[in-house]
């Protein structure tokens, strides 16, 4: 054949490709799923292929599987996981594919094929994607020439396509994107939850303008339980957390911060830090970056973490092992109406604690103790001894009154001068260890109440006020024996004649 009639026949060919393109889409193609993705989203990715449904224009890292699905659905797919799995029934644990095939019809018939790394571990996310598109081994050559040439035009999907979505190529977009999913006002909560009538505006904003510019000012959000959720949306995820009151955390000397990690869909590593108020588990700080970009930060302003109503307090543990990751345990502070066993889990807490945390969460738990008063006992209607009583009993529970050697702890109250019934109650516990047992140790009574005048005087007025009161009662009543004990102990010190 004659180069001409080559040419011809090249033409004719890529004439009939074009007309049979333009069939088969006005065939095949279906409309983008409106709603099911963030319009932020493909504002960053505008510039990435509309193909296979247009999955590279609005998959992030992080993205729910229930919403990937739902999209590529209304674009013609049907999802199933990779080997015997279901997708319905008991939950998920660990990585698997899903898979995601759609039909083409006609004489270019072929699938195309989405397979999705979804993170069950983490209320299943997607991870990673890839598309691909194959004609069946029947195909002729002539098919095979026209689809190629339809690939080459930019007329057809490509063959393979590795996809990227949402492109996080700076620590700024990166913060930006983790300021906005934490936003108790953002996207989440305004057009997918429903809640906010001002979503058509938004929508509107985010469509022409992407993600939103980062705040001035301290930006509201909830709890670090909230944040970490909403973080798993865009694909950061706390490293090596092993049961849910435990937190990976890294000591810094500008505080304590808990750490996100993941990649971008390109396996662009991402890294976001939080610092925490570690008294009431509220973060006031975000600080995105990426590996060798310098960090951007954004101030925060959070809301303590609650259980049930009460404070929760975020301890550093001391290290197991020097070469492992640091590690904090939520601690739930009890309140006024405790029953008791709280202040035991704060003991043993106390005795995990950090060196660098310790001091300030003893003293942190003292404050509380004393911060715990009843209305009743508010309203001074418990005689003094009863409530230095009580907190003793507290701190027992604690074990606070082993925790610091005699020494140490002389040298802790002087810091408690104006609270006189904690120092009481401080000697008492660690003097007198058990309560029912009224045997009082000497040595540190000289050291905690005979050196202190203030609380030597305070039971010394006590036992000479309830001493009459006491007096019907039979010699072997309790009652009457820890005061007798109180009343020896004093004399012995020398503050009682």
Same mark, same amino acid.
């Given at each position: 054949?004659?180069?001409?009639?080559?040419?011809?026949?090249?033409?004719?060919?890529?004439?009939?490709?074009?007309?049979?393109?333009?069939?088969?889409?006005?065939?095949?193609?279906?409309?983008?799923?409106?709603?099911?993705?963030?319009?932020?989203?493909?504002?960053?990715?505008?510039?990435?292929?509309?193909?296979?449904?247009?999955?590279?224009?609005?998959?992030?890292?992080?993205?729910?599987?229930?919403?990937?699905?739902?999209?590529?659905?209304?674009?013609?797919?049907?999802?199933?996981?990779?080997?015997?799995?279901?997708?319905?029934?008991?939950?998920?644990?660990?990585?698997?594919?899903?898979?995601?095939?759609?039909?083409?019809?006609?004489?270019?018939?072929?699938?195309?094929?989405?397979?999705?790394?979804?993170?069950?571990?983490?209320?299943?996310?997607?991870?990673?994607?890839?598309?691909?598109?194959?004609?069946?081994?029947?195909?002729?050559?002539?098919?095979?020439?026209?689809?190629?040439?339809?690939?080459?035009?930019?007329?057809?999907?490509?063959?393979?396509?590795?996809?990227?979505?949402?492109?996080?190529?700076?620590?700024?977009?990166?913060?930006?994107?983790?300021?906005?999913?934490?936003?108790?006002?953002?996207?989440?909560?305004?057009?997918?939850?429903?809640?906010?009538?001002?979503?058509?505006?938004?929508?509107?904003?985010?469509?022409?303008?992407?993600?939103?510019?980062?705040?001035?000012?301290?930006?509201?959000?909830?709890?670090?339980?909230?944040?970490?959720?909403?973080?798993?949306?865009?694909?950061?995820?706390?490293?090596?957390?092993?049961?849910?009151?435990?937190?990976?955390?890294?000591?810094?000397?500008?505080?304590?911060?808990?750490?996100?990690?993941?990649?971008?869909?390109?396996?662009?590593?991402?890294?976001?830090?939080?610092?925490?108020?570690?008294?009431?588990?509220?973060?006031?700080?975000?600080?995105?970056?990426?590996?060798?970009?310098?960090?951007?930060?954004?101030?925060?302003?959070?809301?303590?973490?609650?259980?049930?109503?009460?404070?929760?307090?975020?301890?550093?543990?001391?290290?197991?092992?020097?070469?492992?990751?640091?590690?904090?345990?939520?601690?739930?502070?009890?309140?006024?109406?405790?029953?008791?066993?709280?202040?035991?889990?704060?003991?043993?807490? =106390? +005795? #995990?604690?950090?060196?660098? &945390? *310790? %001091?300030?969460? !003893?003293?942190?738990? @003292?404050?509380?103790? /004393?911060?715990?008063?009843?209305?009743?006992?508010?309203?001074?209607?418990?005689?003094?001894?009863?409530?230095?009583?009580?907190?003793?009993?507290?701190?027992?529970?604690?074990?606070?009154?082993?925790?610091?050697?005699?020494?140490?702890?002389?040298?802790?109250?002087?810091?408690?001068?104006?609270?006189?019934?904690?120092?009481?109650?401080?000697?008492?516990?660690?003097?007198?260890?058990?309560?029912?047992?009224?045997?009082?140790?000497?040595?540190?009574?000289?050291?905690?109440?005979?050196?202190?005048?203030?609380?030597?005087?305070?039971?010394?007025?006590? =036992? +000479? #006020?309830?001493?009459?009161? &006491? *007096? %019907?009662?039979? !010699?072997?009543?309790? @009652?009457?024996?820890? /005061?007798?004990?109180?009343?020896?102990?004093?004399?012995?010190?020398?503050?009682?004649?």
């Amino acid at each position: 054949m004659s180069i001409v009639g080559r040419f011809l026949v090249a033409a004719v060919v890529a004439a009939l490709a074009w007309l049979t393109w333009g069939w088969y889409e006005s065939r095949q193609s279906l409309p983008a799923a409106a709603g099911m993705s963030d319009p932020a989203i493909e504002f960053h990715a505008r510039d990435h292929g509309r193909d296979y449904g247009g999955i590279d224009r609005w998959a992030h890292a992080g993205m729910d599987v229930s919403s990937l699905r739902s999209r590529l659905l209304q674009a013609g797919y049907r999802c199933e996981l990779a080997g015997d799995l279901q997708l319905e029934g008991a939950p998920l644990s660990g990585r698997y594919p899903l898979e995601c095939r759609q039909d083409v019809q006609g004489w270019l018939a072929r699938q195309r094929l989405i397979k999705a790394m979804i993170d069950y571990d983490h209320g299943g996310r997607l991870l990673s994607a890839e598309a691909r598109s194959d004609l069946p081994g029947s195909a002729g050559t002539l098919q095979k020439a026209v689809l190629g040439l339809l690939r080459t035009l930019g007329r057809a999907e490509p063959e393979s396509l590795k996809i990227t979505g949402l492109p996080v190529d700076s620590s700024e977009l990166l913060a930006r994107l983790a300021a906005d999913a934490i936003n108790p006002d953002g996207w989440t909560v305004s057009c997918i939850a429903g809640e906010n009538p001002g979503c058509p505006a938004l929508l509107e904003a985010r469509r022409n303008e992407g993600l939103p510019p980062l705040p001035q000012q301290p930006l509201p959000v909830r709890d670090l339980d909230m944040i970490g959720g909403a973080l798993g949306g865009i694909g950061l995820v706390p490293p090596g957390a092993a049961r849910a009151d435990i937190v990976p955390v890294r000591l810094a000397g500008d505080g304590l911060w808990t750490e996100y990690r993941g990649s971008s869909l390109s396996g662009q590593a991402m890294k976001l830090s939080l610092r925490v108020n570690w008294e009431d588990g509220s973060s006031d700080r975000l600080r995105a970056q990426l590996e060798q970009v310098p960090a951007v930060d954004v101030p925060l302003k959070g809301q303590p973490r609650l259980s049930s109503g009460q404070s929760m307090v975020l301890v550093p543990l001391r290290p197991d092992d020097a070469a492992g990751p640091a590690m904090a345990k939520w601690l739930v502070v009890p309140g006024p109406a405790h029953d008791g066993q709280e202040w035991e889990w704060a003991g043993r807490d =106390l +005795q #995990r604690a950090h060196a660098d &945390y *310790a %001091p300030r969460l !003893l003293r942190f738990l @003292l404050a509380r103790m /004393l911060s715990n008063r009843t209305p009743d006992e508010a309203l001074d209607l418990y005689p003094p001894l009863a409530l230095v009583e009580a907190l003793a009993q507290d701190m027992r529970k604690a074990q606070l009154n082993t925790y610091l050697p005699i020494a140490d702890a002389v040298a802790l109250m002087k810091g408690y001068g104006e609270q006189t019934t904690l120092r009481a109650a401080w000697a008492l516990a660690t003097c007198q260890p058990d309560q029912y047992v009224p045997k009082i140790d000497d040595t540190c009574w000289q050291q905690l109440v005979v050196a202190d005048p203030g609380v030597s005087r305070l039971f010394v007025d006590e =036992l +000479q #006020r309830i001493k009459p009161i &006491y *007096a %019907p009662l039979p !010699l072997e009543h309790p @009652l009457r024996l820890r /005061l007798w004990h109180l009343e020896q102990a004093l004399r012995k010190g020398g503050v009682l004649h």
